[in-house]
């Protein structure tokens, strides 16, 4: 998002924004803002904002996190790529998380942090499915104003 000095979202931004992984075992794999006209490669380490936002597409580029099965079969798919042989010989795994910076021309450029581990009990299936079935507020309608509408849609889940 490109945010003015008060943390405001600018909608009219179209600055470029270039994103670019700073430490950690990770590469952007592509961007996008969402503009169903725009004709920028989405395949570039770059893009402009639509409606002041874009994002990038991070690709964890180790392959220590996976299990025996899946390495022998990424070497068989992968000939030349970040899972290929050659690449499972030369990994060095980082535990540190992979840090992307975004920046432009002109504004100050920012870096988030996205945590990696190769603990197998610290799976992203695991986090989403201790969230799976749990209400989700969308629309805020939590805040005391329709908490009846709230309860109906919880009891239709459950139903």
């Not at 022998?72 to 990994?91: C, E, H, K, Q, V």
């Not at 795994?93 to 988030?112: F, K």
């Not at 201790?130 to 109906?152: V, Y």
């Amino acid at each position: 998002s490109v945010l003015d000095d008060n943390g405001q979202l600018m909608y009219f931004a179209s600055n470029n924004i270039t994103f670019t992984v700073v430490r950690g075992p990770g590469l952007i794999q592509g961007t996008a803002n969402g503009d169903p006209h725009c004709h920028e490669p989405n395949h570039a380490p770059w893009h402009s904002a639509y409606h002041g936002l874009v994002r990038a597409v991070v690709r964890v580029t180790s392959v220590k996190g996976r299990t025996f099965s899946e390495r022998a079969l990424l070497r068989t798919i992968d000939l030349d790529g970040p899972m290929s042989a050659a690449a499972f010989a030369n990994d060095v795994w980082d535990e540190d998380d992979i840090v992307v910076e975004a920046s432009s021309p002109g504004l100050e450029p920012v870096r988030v942090s996205i945590p990696t581990t190769t603990n197998p009990l610290a799976s992203i299936l695991l986090t989403a499915a201790s969230a799976a079935g749990k209400l989700i507020d969308f629309f805020g309608a939590s805040d005391g104003h329709d908490n009846d509408k709230l309860d109906e849609v919880a009891s239709a889940t459950t139903e």
